[in-house]
């Protein structure tokens, strides 16, 4: 666990393609909604367990950004897109627990980037 809580970036449909490009290393950007009671408990989890292969965590509001949710072919909430160095690499898929996540991330950072939807 970091020494401090981590902060979420928010991102919407005016800056994520001109934030995210400029963040360095690996950003976790979480698409969710506040309604959604499994967006809230990965919120939650990252934001007290910060895998050490993420230097950001971002959140997307769908509910707010619907064009960023079409982009991203984001049907189901919520959805976890992995970027590196602001490039998309690919999506996450993994249960909620911190020995699963980090391996996940592994493999997903050890495989070729993914070609953006």
Same mark, same amino acid.
């Given at each position: 666990?970091?020494?401090? +809580?981590?902060? =979420?970036? +928010?991102? %919407?449909? $005016?800056? $994520?393609?001109?934030?995210? @490009?400029?963040? @360095?290393?690996?950003?976790?950007?979480? $698409?969710?909604?506040?309604?959604?009671? !499994?967006?809230?408990? =990965?919120?939650?989890?990252?934001?007290? =367990?910060?895998?050490?292969?993420?230097?950001?965590?971002? #959140?997307?509001?769908?509910?707010?950004?619907? !064009?960023?949710?079409?982009? #991203?072919?984001?049907?189901?909430?919520? +959805?976890?897109?992995? $970027?590196?160095?602001?490039? #998309?690499?690919?999506?996450?898929?993994?249960?909620?627990?911190?020995?699963?996540?980090?391996?996940?991330? %592994? +493999?997903?950072?050890?495989? @070729?980037?993914?070609?953006?939807?």
């Amino acid at each position: 666990m970091p020494a401090s +809580t981590p902060v =979420w970036l +928010t991102l %919407d449909e $005016f800056d $994520f393609h001109h934030r995210l @490009p400029a963040l @360095p290393g690996n950003t976790l950007v979480l $698409f969710g909604q506040p309604g959604c009671a !499994a967006c809230r408990s =990965w919120r939650q989890t990252l934001s007290q =367990w910060q895998p050490a292969a993420l230097q950001q965590l971002a #959140y997307v509001d769908v509910q707010q950004c619907m !064009a960023l949710a079409h982009q #991203y072919d984001i049907f189901h909430l919520p +959805t976890l897109l992995l $970027f590196v160095d602001g490039h #998309y690499h690919g999506q996450l898929h993994s249960p909620l627990q911190a020995q699963a996540i980090n391996l996940a991330l %592994d +493999t997903l950072l050890a495989a @070729p980037a993914a070609e953006e939807p």
